[in-house]
């Protein structure tokens, strides 16, 4: 079968494109042709905050990546979409996480079927439908994007009831498990093998015996840093590594390390981490610690499950589907309170080799063959 993967790629960087990257390997394993159409521009300077949107991590070997979209240019998604119909594919499958983005793809997907000669199914593989910074306009561009999908992949259960809600009325009866399909997110087992803790340590330099708690991931209002460093006020003995290059302004944590003089227990790294640096900040934690205040899924979670972390994740969105409490780690209120709570019983009470063990067993639910399936419905 011939698939168009349409999906932020090389040389964007993110977890997006990444686990795009790591679908399209898991498709053509499975012996399908695939090529992913990215993005020429992704996001106006206003949506992305953080100082740039590419990577130099190299090209992943063995795709076909084709740079064409343009997320601002109507006339570009005119072109797109005739090029898209000369793909002749039979599977389009539409990565979808920001609102903004469905004028564009919405326009790209219906170009594409009034010129294409062959018809194919279009699968929304969507992270969010409804975004966690609100603003004006999401529910219409949402819908416009909706509504040019066959079916659907969602990864939290709470985004496909989302889904059903800007489908026509009409539809809303029918939406069933056949066309609003769950599969959970994959492990990101892309980031290399483990290194030992001591050798993490070592090289973020870290002391070997510290408890150590991770928060990974670009900084943004909702998810919950704050709520972090308002824990470990609460529990002296723990250190943090702070790990992600902030899409606001850092000062109102900094200034939260200074309230609690933390500054000698809070490690910081601001910068983007690249590819090849990620299993150390992992290897180098005890526990993966996810505070957000609201969320749908988090690919952070699969990068602690592929380097067998124990994490702390709040009761939001689908956290709690890919993380069963005293198992795999803990499900706590979006509360500084309960977080610290839950560090404390873990390191105070010796926890770590029984949620390893917990980890270990999880981590067999989050397969790409099972996302795959999913998305190939009855192909």
């Not at 270990?360 to 009855?378: C, M, P, T």
Request: charged content about 20%; some cysteine; glycine content about 6%.
């Amino acid at each position: 079968m011939k698939i168009v993967l349409i999906s932020p790629a090389h040389p964007l960087r993110g977890g997006i494109a990444a686990s795009s990257e790591r679908l399209a390997q898991a498709l053509q394993e499975q012996g399908h042709e695939v090529v992913l159409y990215s993005f020429r521009v992704q996001y106006p300077s206003f949506l992305f905050p953080g100082k740039s949107q590419y990577t130099d991590d190299p090209a992943p070997a063995g795709l076909r990546i084709e740079t064409k979209l343009n997320s601002v240019n109507p006339l570009n998604w005119l072109f797109s979409g005739i090029a898209l119909a000369r793909e002749k594919a039979d599977l389009v499958i539409v990565r979808f996480w920001l609102p903004f983005m469905g004028p564009c793809l919405g326009t790209v997907l219906r170009v594409a079927r009034f010129w294409s000669r062959k018809k194919f199914r279009v699968n929304g593989l969507v992270d969010n439908i409804v975004p966690h910074e609100k603003r004006p306009g999401d529910r219409a561009f949402a819908r416009y994007f909706v509504r040019a999908c066959n079916d659907f992949v969602v990864m939290s259960r709470s985004v496909g009831q989302e889904i059903i809600g800007f489908l026509p009325a009409a539809k809303r009866p029918l939406a069933t498990e056949r066309n609003v399909r769950f599969a959970p997110h994959p492990i990101y087992d892309s980031y290399g093998k483990p290194v030992g803790r001591d050798t993490a340590r070592h090289e973020l330099g870290l002391a070997a015996d510290a408890r150590v708690v991770l928060f990974f991931g670009f900084i943004r209002a909702y998810k919950g840093l704050d709520l972090l460093l308002h824990a470990l006020a609460q529990t002296p003995s723990i250190q943090a590594i702070i790990a992600g290059e902030p899409y606001e302004d850092w000062s109102r944590y900094q200034s939260i390390i200074e309230q609690h003089q933390l500054g000698d227990r809070v490690h910081v790294f601001t910068d983007f981490i690249p590819a090849d640096r990620v299993r150390y900040y992992f290897c180098a934690a005890d526990l993966v610690v996810q505070p957000y205040k609201t969320a749908t899924q988090s690919g952070i979670s699969q990068i602690a499950y592929h380097f067998e972390k124990p994490m702390i994740v709040t009761d939001v969105g689908g956290l709690p589907e890919i993380v069963t409490h005293g198992v795999s780690g803990y499900v706590v209120a979006p509360d500084a309170a309960a977080i610290a709570a839950a560090m404390h019983d873990f390191f105070e009470k010796q926890r770590a080799a029984s949620m390893l063990e917990g980890v270990r067993q999880e981590k067999k639910r989050f397969s790409w063959d099972n996302l795959v399936q999913a998305i190939l419905g009855e192909y």
